[in-house]
């Protein structure tokens, strides 16, 4: 079993103020979790103590197999620059011009944003930036990937559609970690739920 991922004993937080404490949680291959837990309980906290963007306070933080990461953020900026679809999904891309058209291509249409390709991404509505932004992580083909909050701006008629991605892009060669409130989402897929509390960690 190849682990992506091992947290061990972590605290974390912000100066002297830990969010999270003595947190433990392995990721491998083929793993998909759903992150939950009320606000203040550390999710996005521990979003960035994977990503590197905190140090653990106490504890470590391994990527057995290199630190090769994709993220979506909850709402993804939007650019005043005149930026194409296609253009956000090939960013980060380190492959040949042809081999970058595929995986853009391919990206679109699993996340069924390929009518997009050609319109800027300022233009998009949240929910379509939104698919977007996961499409760009396929294409970088990471073996992880964090997802935050990536159904919070779907109307009620997209969920079923979006529960369906979901299950698509759950694939054995990578590892999806998702934080959400999104009662249909938690309900609709049965992903791993680790649950998070003000206090640390339960489950």
Not at 160 to 180: G, V
Not at 183 to 188: D, K, N
Request: glycine share 8%; charged share 25%.
């Amino acid at each position: 079993m190849d682990t992506l991922l091992r947290l061990s004993s972590v605290t974390a937080g912000y100066g002297d103020k830990a969010v999270i404490s003595d947190f433990s949680l392995t990721v491998n291959k083929g793993d998909h979790i759903l992150l939950l837990g009320p606000n203040g309980s550390g999710k996005t906290t521990l979003f960035r103590l994977i990503l590197g963007i905190i140090p653990p306070m106490k504890g470590k933080v391994e990527y057995p197999l290199g630190r090769n990461i994709s993220y979506a953020r909850q709402d993804p900026p939007s650019s005043p620059f005149p930026i194409s679809v296609e253009e956000v999904v090939m960013m980060g891309l380190w492959k040949s011009s042809r081999d970058k058209e595929s995986a853009v291509t391919e990206a679109l249409a699993m996340t069924d944003a390929l009518s997009l390709r050609k319109r800027l991404f300022h233009s998009l509505s949240g929910g379509e930036r939104q698919r977007v932004s996961l499409a760009r992580c396929l294409a970088q083909d990471s073996p992880l990937i964090l997802l935050d909050e990536p159904s919070s701006f779907l109307d009620r008629e997209s969920r079923d559609s979006f529960i369906s991605l979901m299950e698509r892009i759950a694939r054995p060669e990578r590892a999806i970690i998702a934080i959400t409130h999104d009662s249909s989402v938690i309900e609709g897929l049965g992903w791993r739920k680790v649950e998070l509390e003000r206090r640390g960690y339960n489950g």
